[in-house]
């Protein structure tokens, strides 16, 4: 019944946002963005269309109920939506986080966090809000104060809308995530790194891991910028690119990674799940060195199975619980 439920959500959507896009000759995804605050405002006058869209949008909000949705309907139904969006205009830093891995991270935050019942999380690299949403999802015995920052102003939109209508505490910030950020050190950061270069190297002067000629990688910034902001003893869950460890600037990340932080866990994701090989990722999972903290005496280190193989993924649990048991 869950699909059903997820697919009339999403037709609420799709048909707003059809409507919203056409008359008002705007993107897909920018309609998206109007459409999921005309369903959290409840009405339609902020968006300035002739009677008769006006009269088809309201039939929609008579039948749209959005606050007795459970909140997994409508963040799958936003994320059908969004995928169509991207389908129209491919955009290389507008990909979304897979709903697997957003799940298995959830999965690691819950397990790492288990004695915390409150959380502050922050996704420095926020996009539509997908990867969060899921891990705030599933966060039902905590309660969390999140904070998420994009570049892009459609995607804010899109990130903002989704809290409003999922009730989030949400604050979200427009701006450069590597610049200075005006938020206090938060208990995790989650993050899928967007990997490629950094083209302000101006702005990359002021990181330990800048390069020493040329243009920095981005993900080693977001990185230092992430750990920056977490608290000490504070989790970090990363979607790193495989080749990480082995590129040029490799070398300094590494003697980051020992100075400030713990390395918990390096899980190398399918391959199944990545189109092409070259782009296949991992989580890593690090935790900023505090006066408590202590490094793991054994690195949680695996290969994960294909999402879809049940008993394999199974085995793989009882071998992580069996981690948390010895070393949590």
């Known amino acids: 019944m869950q699909k ?26 920018e309609a998206l963005a109007e459409a999921g605050e005309m369903y959290f405002l409840e009405k339609t006058d902020q968006l300035k269309l002739p009677d008769e869209k ?36 491919s955009h290389p830093n507008r990909q979304m986080t897979p709903d697997t891995i957003g799940l298995f991270i959830s999965y690691l935050v819950n397990k790492f966090m288990a004695d915390q019942k409150e959380l502050t999380v922050l996704d420095p690299a926020v996009g ?3 990867l ?4 705030l999802n599933q966060l039902s015995e905590k309660t969390a104060n999140s904070y998420g920052i994009e570049i892009d102003d459609v995607l804010l939109k899109i990130a903002y809308a989704q809290a409003n209508l999922l009730k989030k505490e949400l604050e979200l910030f427009h701006q450069d995530s590597l610049e200075p950020l005006f ?8 993050c899928d790194l967007p990997v490629g270069y950094y083209p302000n190297d101006e702005g990359a002067e ?4 800048k390069a020493d000629e040329g243009h920095s990688f981005a993900h080693h910034l977001f990185i230092e910028q992430s750990v920056k902001h977490t608290k000490p003893g504070g989790y970090l869950f990363f979607m790193i690119p495989n080749h990480l ?48 903290t202590k490094a793991p005496s054994k690195i949680l280190l695996a290969n994960l199975p294909s999402f879809s193989n049940q008993k ?9 619980d069996e981690w948390f048991r010895k070393e949590k």
């Open 4 to 29: 059903d439920h997820v697919g009339a959500v999403y037709e609420l959507l799709n048909e707003a946002a059809i409507i919203i896009k056409n008359e008002l000759q705007i993107s897909y995804i």
């Open 245 to 292: 460890f082995e590129s040029s600037q490799s070398d300094k990340l590494k003697q980051f990674f020992k100075d400030k932080v713990h390395i918990n866990a390096l899980l190398q994701l399918p391959k199944s799940i990545f189109k092409d090989e070259a782009h296949a990722k991992s989580i890593l999972v690090l935790q900023k060195k505090g006066e408590e």
């Open 132 to 135: 969060l949403f899921t891990v």
């Open 183 to 190: 938020i206090d050190p938060v208990d995790t950061v989650i």
């Open 128 to 130: 539509t809000g997908n």
């Open 54 to 89: 006006v009269k088809q949008l309201q039939a929609l909000l008579e039948k749209a109920e959005f606050g007795t949705y459970e909140h997994e309907w409508v963040r799958k139904a936003f994320q059908l939506a969004v995928l169509k969006g991207l389908k129209d205009v």
């Open 206 to 209: 002021a990181f330990e891991l």
């Open 312 to 320: 394999a993924m199974l085995d793989m649990m009882a071998q992580f």
